[in-house]
T-cell receptor, first 111, second 117 residues
Framework: DADVTQTPRNRITKTGKRIMLECSQT?????MYWYRQDPGLGLQLIYY???????NKGEISDGYSVSRQAQAKFSLSLESAIPNQTALYFC??????????FGQGTRLTVV | AQSVTQLGSHVSVSEGALVLLRCNYS??????LFWYVQYPNQGLQLLLK??????LVKGINGFEAEFKKSETSFHLTKPSAHMSDAAEYFC???????????????FGQGTILTVHP
């Protein structure tokens, strides 16, 4: 089984719809992250959480929200999806050095 | 604040040739440095990392990188490219500050490596 699991792997949704991307990890790390990947831009940090009670905005948090349901679970929501949120989304968890363990990604298309 | 610059969004080499992917960083404190690889339709996986100690770091699949503090660089190399090395490569930096930046990675924009027969 994968260390970091994301669901769904692919999703097409309509503009204005609410959508949730889910992430769970079995590494036992406290720190979890949501990144967005766009071609030529690398990975941009949306939100991060250092423990269940600690949630922080990243570089591009506008239009997104998160929920840390447990140490192992960190979900990302788009309250009202728009086409420029079409991207590849990654969840990750890090160890004490910052080494990241990534999920397989969720390809989201907003039409 | 920290940042990462990868020189060249696309690099093309022949099979058997040297691979050199360039990465420069800025960080106000000693950095931890990483190279990740992303194959098509997959997540990122760690190639190698520098935290402390020896500045020449060896990773998986024959890759290595050298941390040069004076040049603020962490270039990735492989002596002989293989077709299976074709992928996108990301350099990343994090820093230990005992605070909110601990463990938080900043990525470069990525370099797509193409390997020709």
């Amino acid at each position: 089984d994968a260390d970091v699991t994301q669901t769904p792997r692919n999703r097409i949704t309509k503009t204005g719809k609410r959508i949730m991307l889910e992430c769970s990890q079995t590494k036992g790390h406290d720190r979890m992250y949501w990144y967005r990947q766009d071609p030529g831009l690398g990975l941009q940090l949306i939100y991060y959480s250092f423990d269940v009670k600690d949630i922080n905005k990243g570089e591009i948090s506008d239009g997104y929200s998160v929920s840390r349901q447990a140490q192992a679970k960190f979900s990302l929501s788009l309250e009202s999806a728009i086409p420029n949120q079409t991207a590849l989304y990654f969840c990750a968890t890090t160890d004490g050095t910052g080494e990241a363990f990534f999920g397989q990604g969720t390809r989201l298309t907003v039409v | 604040a920290q940042s990462v610059t990868q020189l060249g969004s696309h690099v093309s080499v022949s099979e058997g040739a040297l691979v050199l992917l360039r990465c420069n960083y800025s960080s106000s404190v000693p950095p931890y440095l990483f190279w990740y690889v992303q194959y098509p339709n997959q997540g990122l996986q760690l190639l190698l990392k520098y935290t402390t100690g020896a500045t020449l770091v060896k990773g998986i699949n024959g890759f290595e990188a050298e941390f040069k503090k004076s040049e603020t660089s962490f270039h990735l190399t492989k002596p002989s490219a293989h077709m299976s090395d074709a992928a996108e490569y990301f350099c990343a930096v994090s820093r230990y500050a005992g605070g909110t930046s601990y463990g938080k990675l900043t990525f470069g924009q990525g370099t797509i490596l193409t390997v020709h027969p």
